[in-house]
C-alpha cells in the first residue's frame, strides 16, 4: 500500500487537479471507445466543477515522492453525500491511495452526520466498482438506466445481469 496523506485541495494543487481529471476523462475515452467524451480540452470540465454549488470539499492524495496524486469530492445534497469524483494517478492504482481517499471522506461524511455516502462509477469501470465493494460500498441505493436515442454512434456490450434481465454497459 502507498503511503499518502489525505488533505484539503489548496489553490497549488489545481494543475495537479486537471491533470487527474484529464485522466480520468481518458479513462472514460477508453472504456467507451469514444475519443470526443469531454471535448477537446479534457482538463476543462475541472474548472466547473470547481465552482458546483453543491461541492462541500475536494481532498487530495498526497505521495511522499510524487506529490498529489489523488483527487476525491464531496457533493452534498440535504443530508446525503456523493463522492464525485475519485480519481488515482494512473500510475499509482491498486496502492491504496482510493481506500484511503474514501475511508477520509467516510470520516468527513460521519463529522458532518450525513446519512448517506453514495457514488456513481460508470457501469463499464469493473476495477472502480471492484475497489469501492472492497471500501464498503456494498449497499445497491439506487439504479440508473439510459434509453439511447440514437443521436451518437455507440459501442455497447453486453452489460451486467441484474434481476434476471440483461442489461448492455
Do not use: K
Not at 484529464?22 to 475541472?46: K, N
Not at 443530508?79 to 494512473?90: F, L, Q, S
Not at 481506500?99 to 463529522?111: D, I, P, Q, S
Amino acid at each position: 500500500m502507498s503511503t499518502v496523506s489525505v488533505r484539503p485541495y489548496r489553490p497549488a494543487d489545481h494543475s495537479a487537479g486537471r491533470r487527474l481529471w484529464g485522466e480520468l476523462t481518458q479513462r472514460h475515452r477508453e472504456l467507451y471507445d469514444d475519443p470526443g467524451y469531454g471535448g477537446a480540452d479534457p482538463t476543462a470540465a475541472f474548472e466547473e466543477y470547481l465552482t458546483r454549488l453543491d461541492l462541500s470539499g475536494v481532498w487530495v492524495a498526497d505521495h511522499p515522492e510524487d506529490g498529489v496524486i489523488g483527487l476525491v469530492g464531496l457533493i452534498i445534497d440535504g443530508r446525503r453525500g456523493a463522492v464525485e469524483p475519485i480519481v488515482v494517478a494512473d500510475g499509482h492504482r491498486g496502492e491504496g491511495v482510493a481506500t484511503a481517499m474514501l475511508g477520509f471522506l467516510a470520516e468527513e461524511a460521519r463529522r458532518r452526520d450525513l446519512t448517506a455516502l453514495t457514488v456513481t462509477p460508470e457501469s463499464r469501470n469493473v476495477e472502480a466498482i471492484t475497489c469501492l465493494h472492497a471500501a464498503g460500498f456494498t449497499v445497491l441505493s439506487s439504479v440508473e438506466l439510459a434509453l439511447d436515442l440514437g443521436r451518437r454512434p455507440r459501442s455497447w456490450r453486453d452489460g451486467p445481469r441484474f434481476l434476471d434481465l440483461d442489461f448492455r454497459s
